[in-house]
């Protein structure tokens, strides 16, 4: 304590110790804040890395995985082979042939294909239900500037 501090009878109070925690979510805000303010011209990008992480289009694509991955998919008079051939774009031989084109993925069977589109299904199941949890447990708001 100085002698001023002395003379006119203040102290000065300790420094608020502040926890890991709340360093960590002042950098975060920090770090968000610029982003949203400089913008570096990556929007979009930041949009795509936004719609990576939403479970809808990863739901889709399971879903389908299954489906194109079913042992009955390349059967010619099946309902689920017509139907994987008239999807735009994605026809035998094409660049995701192979998830249905059995001859073409030498390494694993149909049955071995679907037994993984499967074990797909359940993993994102239990990502979605743990990081559901999660962000319950854990809420941060949502910045004004980002609504």
């Not at 804040?33 to 913008?39: A, F, K």
């Not at 994102?124 to 999660?134: I, K, Q, R």
Request: glycine share 6%; aromatic share 10%; proline share 7%.
């Amino acid at each position: 304590m100085t002698a001023r501090q002395q003379r006119s009878g203040r102290t000065r109070k300790p420094a608020p110790a502040t926890s890991l925690l709340a360093r960590l979510v002042a950098w975060d805000e920090q770090l968000s804040q610029r982003c949203h303010v400089r913008g570096w011209g990556y929007e979009m990008l930041f949009k795509v890395l936004e719609w990576s992480g939403h479970g809808v289009p990863w739901l889709v694509f399971a879903a389908f995985l299954v489906a194109a991955t079913h042992p009955d998919a390349t059967e010619p008079d099946s309902k689920l082979a017509s139907w994987l051939a008239h999807v735009p774009h994605i026809k035998p031989g094409s660049v995701l042939g192979p998830l249905w084109d059995a001859a073409k993925v030498p390494l694993m069977t149909r049955e071995a294909l679907h037994q993984a589109a499967w074990q797909f299904c359940f993993a994102l199941f239990l990502d979605l239900a743990l990081v559901g949890t999660v962000k319950v447990a854990v809420r941060r708001r949502r910045p004004s500037y980002n609504k």
